[in-house]
């Protein structure tokens, strides 16, 4: 068993009636995060916003005038929190001494569109809470180096977020 975990905090940061199921997100980040070898603990802060919010991150750090359903954003260099290279218990970045080993730090944030989550879930007939396990799987992802930039790289996230998407559903 691995001694170090990631803790994932769930913040809401937003106007709707409705509100989100922190013990449901936290349960869906945890089998998300479950495969992955951790090198130091961390935490992972999962926010649930408005189109609002999203549209101006999406702005300011994309360049793109437009909501989303959800953004990732790495706070600390990945390496210095998850095993990189599977044949070492060493991490692959060149950033080894920078934080001790017992150091806890801040992975990264996923901001989430709780107005997406409902247009999205009612689009594809799906529930609320199912949409939502699928936009927190995808954000963490991103947030462990997971993109979808050609084919290849598709497939392999596709594979890890299925895997956690059937764990999760399998749970509940």
């Known amino acids: 068993m691995n001694k170090y975990t990631c803790s994932p905090k769930?913040?809401?940061?937003?106007?709707?009636?409705?509100?989100?199921?922190e013990d449901w997100v936290i349960l869906v980040a945890i089998e998300t995060l479950k495969p992955h070898i951790f090198i130091r603990n961390c935490e992972l802060n999962i926010i649930i916003g408005d189109d609002k919010l999203l549209k101006s991150l999406n702005l300011n750090h994309k360049g793109?005038?437009?909501s989303?359903?959800?953004?990732?954003?790495?706070?600390?260099?990945?390496?210095?929190?998850?095993l990189v290279d599977e044949n070492s218990r060493q991490s692959s970045g060149n950033s080894d001494f920078i934080m001790p080993e017992a150091a806890s730090g801040l992975i990264g944030e996923v901001i989430i569109s709780i107005e997406k989550i409902f247009s999205q879930s009612r689009s594809k007939g799906i529930s609320f809470d199912q949409e939502l396990a699928i936009l927190v799987i995808h954000g963490i992802l991103h947030i462990l180096g997971f993109d979808h930039e050609d084919d290849q790289d598709y497939q392999k996230m596709q594979e890890f977020a299925d895997k956690a998407y059937s764990a999760v559903m399998n749970i509940s």
Do not use: G, M, Q
């Open 64 to 66: 793109i005038n437009d």
């Open 10 to 21: 769930v913040h809401e940061n937003h106007d709707a009636d409705h509100c989100v199921s």
């Open 68 to 82: 989303t359903d959800v953004l990732s954003f790495n706070i600390e260099p990945i390496h210095d929190f998850v």
